[in-house]
């Protein structure tokens, strides 16, 4: 049984660093060969692409544009009367994509509208993000890329996201219908609306496309104080066959070199060859 893998996500681990290609050489430096990020659209693609190139990292994982940043989105697939936005931000993602040689993309659910009512709006949200979905999953699916739906919490992160439970996710990849669209597992969020992390994981399994991991409640390394505990769950994906990479999408209590030990338990409680945090040889920081 191959040992887990784990991607460096950028928008959470070397943040000291303010140009996400540094932190990909920072990533790289410290042993990760992968990474993901939520939003690299403010760097430019070209200079991504050489460093992607001179260090042989994969990229995992990129969201969806935001949207309007100022006016409050956070994400546009499931709001209604956006659908044009939705498009041009996933030609933009595509864009990078492509470029990247990442072959996951979050398809963001966006915010419940100022001023809707959740339970008045839901079915009308459900159904815009069903066409959306439908329509990325086309797109994506002429340039083998997999499209992820997370849910996340509304109970600390964001009161007015759309999508917050494994179970309301499930139902609307059944009426997507489409095996390249997936669900993104983020833990950290599981565990804040639905807990039941063991039966939840067997049952959505087979949806998964891509997991995430932060210790419950503080969001900090999975080896801090909190309500998960990490060595049984990754030996639960072990068990279950899980074979894509983990995201590291946790803010470092405090540098994120200092805060990687959990990586180096985990390797010596399995006894195994790291293929995910090997030690590479880099070029130097720019």
Not at 87 to 110: E, F, S, V, W
Not at 159 to 183: C, E, M, T, W
Not at 203 to 221: D, M, T, W
Request: glycine letters at 8%; a negative charge; charged letters at 20%.
């Amino acid at each position: 049984m191959p040992p887990l893998k784990f991607c460096a996500n950028l928008s959470w681990l070397f943040t000291d660093l303010p140009e996400f290609t540094q932190r990909i050489y920072a990533a790289v430096s410290a042993g990760f060969q992968a990474v993901e990020a939520a939003w690299l659209y403010d760097s430019d693609l070209q200079e991504l692409q050489r460093v992607k190139n001179a260090t042989g990292v994969d990229v995992v994982l990129i969201n969806t544009p935001l949207g309007d940043a100022k006016a409050g989105d956070l994400g546009l697939g499931a709001v209604p009367g956006r659908e044009e936005d939705f498009r041009k931000g996933l030609d933009l993602a595509m864009q990078y994509a492509k470029a990247l040689d990442c072959r996951r993309i979050h398809l963001m659910a966006g915010r419940v509208p100022v001023g809707a009512d959740r339970a008045t709006i839901a079915v009308e949200m459900e159904d815009t993000f069903v066409q959306n979905l439908k329509h990325a999953a086309d797109v994506l699916s002429n340039e083998g890329i997999t499209g992820l739906i997370e849910p996340i919490n509304t109970r600390i992160t964001d009161p007015r996201y759309f999508l917050d439970s494994p179970h309301q996710a499930a139902a609307i990849l059944q009426k997507v219908g489409h095996p390249n669209i997936k669900l993104q597992m983020d833990v950290f969020h599981w565990q804040i609306m639905d807990s039941n992390l063991t039966q939840n994981i067997h049952k959505y399994f087979p949806l998964i496309g891509h997991i995430q991991i932060a210790q419950v409640p503080s969001r900090n390394e999975p080896d801090s104080a909190g309500e998960l505990n990490f060595p049984y769950l990754f030996s639960l994906l072990e068990e279950l066959g899980y074979q894509g990479y983990i995201g590291c999408e946790y803010k470092p209590l405090g540098s994120t070199n200092e805060g990687l030990g959990w990586v180096k338990d985990y390797l010596k409680r399995n006894k195994r060859e790291d293929h995910a945090c090997k030690q590479l040889p880099v070029p130097a920081f720019p």
